[in-house]
């Protein structure tokens, strides 16, 4: 079984961050979020995998290259960006049609038995209830638990089951014909090809298809989902490591990579950062800081900083008479 991972989305509701970085490499809770992919994927013994990338997509190629070397991986570059369907159907040249694949978005964190879901017969669509689906894939179950109907984006919905960007097709062959039919007859939804399109040919074509639920799926793809599946994964992770710095309060959970220099400061709880970082006089909780950071003299909550980017803030020496009020709150 071979794994396909499309990763070549720009990133924008991410901005500034991705400017400079593809969002799939921003770190969660120590690592980048493609790695708490292809982590998942490599337990469950899965060893070869498409990336399909684009916008900095020499970035991902050199991580994968040389985080994970004994990895069998193929990279496929998708220059425009006209949906996932596009990108799956670039990856027809390295696809046998008769083998079954695993299809996983590359900015998607998720808690599922990968395993069984690997081991079941059939195609399988991981899906979850969301409070508002109209920004989702919806799926559509009948009577007997198989999934009927899907529709990419739909303004009224008839479904709260939303795809969470798992997928596990055992018809290959057929979704690769019902791809190319879709691209070649220029089949769109919102101006792309979109995976759930060809998906939704498959069942009009007598294929059959069941969900499975998905416990938890973050979709790291804005600042607030970042944080919070940041603070999530922490409290997973055993807090073994015994930090020591000058003058320094630790609140677990937090992860403090190698070569971090902080004093006088007050770290967590739920913050992560990254190597190299150097942090004096502050305080900060629930925040993610990149590796190579400067920070002084700041308090920081709910906070997204990015690789060696600098903030110095202020001390204030103040002498405040009876009854005076100052306020720094800018909301």
């Not at 017969?121 to 109907?149: H, Q, Y």
């Not at 899907?150 to 008839?158: A, G, H, N, T």
């Not at 989902?225 to 490591?241: A, F, G, M, Y």
């Not at 590796?291 to 020496?317: C, F, M, R, T």
Request: proline share 5%; with cysteine; aromatic share 6%.
């Amino acid at each position: 079984m071979k794994a396909i991972i499309p990763v070549a989305g720009i990133g924008s509701r991410l901005r500034p961050h991705t400017h400079t970085q593809p969002k799939s490499l921003i770190p969660v809770a120590g690592k980048p979020i493609l790695a708490h992919i292809i982590d998942e994927l490599n337990a469950i013994g899965i060893k070869e995998y498409i990336f399909v990338i684009g916008y900095l997509g020499d970035k991902i190629e050199q991580y994968i290259t040389k985080h994970y070397p004994k990895l069998k991986s193929q990279f496929v570059l998708q220059t425009v960006g006209k949906g996932v369907g596009h990108a799956i159907w670039l990856c027809s040249d390295k696809i046998n049609r008769n083998e079954e694949l695993l299809i996983v978005l590359g900015d998607t964190i998720f808690d599922v038995d990968l395993k069984k879901v690997v081991k079941e017969k059939g195609t399988l669509l991981g899906i979850k209830k969301v409070a508002d689906p109209r920004a989702f894939g919806v799926a559509e179950i009948d009577s007997k638990g198989n999934i009927k109907r899907l529709v990419e984006k739909p303004s009224i919905p008839k479904s709260n089951l939303a795809l969470v960007g798992l997928y596990k097709i055992a018809e290959t062959g057929a979704l690769l014909d019902s791809l190319s039919h879709n691209i070649d007859n220029n089949i769109r939804t919102k101006n792309e090809f979109h995976l759930t399109d060809a998906l939704q040919r498959m069942l009009t074509l007598g294929v059959k298809m069941k969900p499975f639920n998905v416990a938890n799926w973050y979709d790291c793809g804005k600042k607030e989902v970042l944080i919070e599946t940041n603070s999530i994964l922490l409290k997973r992770i055993p807090q073994k490591t015994k930090y020591h710095f000058e003058n320094t309060i630790i609140v677990p959970p937090v992860q403090i990579d190698e070569g971090c220099k902080i004093s006088n400061s007050i770290i967590g709880p739920n913050v992560s950062i990254g190597a190299n970082a150097i942090i004096n006089f502050s305080i900060i909780k629930e925040s993610l800081i990149g590796p190579g950071a400067q920070i002084e003299n700041a308090v920081l909550h709910q906070s997204l900083i990015g690789n060696d980017a600098s903030y110095k803030g202020s001390i204030h020496n103040l002498n405040l008479g009876d009854s005076a009020e100052i306020n720094f709150d800018n909301n």
